[in-house]
């Protein structure tokens, strides 16, 4: 099976191709503002790198969200329009959960909250057990609401916490819940989602929707077809 997935839900825009069980390309810039004109020259680079071209991609994966509005808008519009003109399967999943997937295994002795930040004080945020089972749903807290959410989760074992939101999170929860940062990057990245991608069930593209968490802080101006950035 080939795949190719991309991300462009945050500040970085990142893809990577998985054929015969690993990842075989990838790239990755972190840019805000370039993910339109970068992601569809990014993707025919991964693809010529693993010898391949897009129209042989058995299936394709993206990430939908939380994240910058424009950003998910961006990637599932990309996403879609590739599975649909070639009729293959597509996949998407959530930038939390592939944040969460990307704490290595070894620094997993505890429950991991990925947190992405959402502007305002608050955060996106969900927490998954050791083998990134989901604890709780994908929500929109304040850093001020942490303490009192996560205050039972922990159980004595220590939190781990990924995403760009992991600051805020470490500042805003008190030392006995023994909180550290996960190592790597704080972005979402593309072989972390094709890996997930590759063992799930793809869907018709039509079936694949955003997941915003809260209503959009700015609205596209009349005529605008992406409108300005803005925030999940």
């Not at 996403?79 to 003109?85: D, E, K, S, Y």
């Not at 295994?105 to 050791?130: K, T």
């Amino acid at each position: 099976m080939m795949l190719l997935g991309f991300d462009t839900a945050t500040t970085a825009c990142s893809a990577a191709l998985w054929a015969e069980g690993a990842v075989r390309a990838h790239r990755r810039i972190e840019a805000a503002g370039t993910h339109a004109e970068a992601l569809v020259p990014m993707l025919c680079e991964v693809a010529a790198e693993a010898g391949a071209e897009l129209g042989r991609m058995d299936r394709f994966a993206v990430t939908v969200g939380p994240g910058s509005f424009t950003g998910i808008r961006i990637g599932l519009a990309t996403a879609r329009g590739l599975a649909l003109a070639l009729g293959r399967p597509l996949v998407g999943l959530s930038t939390l959960e592939v944040l969460a997937a990307g704490v290595p295994a070894h620094e997993r002795d505890g429950p991991v909250l990925a947190a992405l930040d959402a502007g305002g004080g608050r955060l996106y945020a969900q927490l998954f057990d050791r083998s990134l089972r989901p604890l709780r749903a994908p929500e929109a807290v304040t850093t001020e609401a942490l303490p009192g959410l996560l205050a039972d989760a922990t159980e004595g074992e220590p939190l781990i916490v990924a995403g760009t939101g992991r600051d805020a999170v470490l500042a805003a929860l008190p030392p006995e819940i023994g909180a550290r940062a996960a190592s790597g990057s704080p972005t979402p990245d593309a072989r972390v989602l094709v890996r997930r991608a590759a063992a799930a069930a793809g869907d018709d593209a039509g079936a694949v929707r955003p997941l915003y968490l809260r209503e959009a802080g700015a609205r596209p101006r009349a005529g605008s077809a992406a409108g300005g950035p803005a925030r999940a």
